[in-house]
């Protein structure tokens, strides 16, 4: 018989993990590790900075956090901690995006890593919730990349034609 493990700090059976210094950060885990709220569509070539660790509203010219670090991670987060990206979606739009192009890099201007290459947003048609085309999950490329950044860049790259708002998640591992 094999004994009891634990995972993440977690209970399981009789055992505890004791390899994890706090339960609020376990290893292995997709959580939500930044977002952008409101960002512009109708803005070409436009970086907006999205910082690890926060939910940044957009509606003025830079972002302002909404919730903070804490509230992403029940941990502290820590400069320089290592994380990958596992998912990225965009979702919300103010209208259905049919010319809006964009993409998510490691560095401004589409620069460093490309995370999420430049594409098309006309699958984002939807604006109601529990309806089709109301969410993207767009194709990662460096997927097996381990980042320790504490920004990202979301990037506009072709503008909408006209007033149009989005929404962009990205999901990963922290790693301890």
């Keep these: 018989m094999t004994a009891p493990f634990a995972w993440g700090g977690q209970r399981v059976g009789e055992a505890t993990n004791q390899n994890f210094a706090t339960k609020g950060n376990p290893f292995g885990v997709v959580r939500l590790i930044a977002a952008g709220l409101n960002i512009n569509a109708n803005s070409a070539n436009t970086d907006y900075q999205l910082q690890v660790g926060q939910i940044l509203n957009f509606a003025g010219a830079t972002g302002t956090p909404v919730v903070s670090a804490v509230q992403i991670y029940p941990s502290t987060w820590v400069a320089g901690q290592t994380y990958n990206v596992q998912q990225v ?16 890099f490691s560095a401004v201007s589409a620069g460093g ?28 490329n460096n997927a097996n990349t381990v980042y320790n950044q504490a920004n990202l860049y979301f990037r506009i790259g072709t503008a909408q034609g006209a007033a149009a708002t989005l929404d962009v998640y990205l999901f990963g591992i922290v790693y301890p």
């Excluded at 979606?89 to 998510?104: C, E, I, K």
């Excluded at 594409?119 to 767009?138: D, E, H, P, Q, R």
């Design 113 to 140: 890593v490309t995370i999420v290459a430049s594409a098309a947003l006309s699958g984002l048609t939807s604006t109601a919730v529990n309806a089709g085309g109301s969410l993207l999950n767009a194709s990662l």
């Design 89 to 104: 979606q965009y979702n919300n739009p103010s209208t259905s995006l049919t010319t809006a192009t964009a993409g998510v």
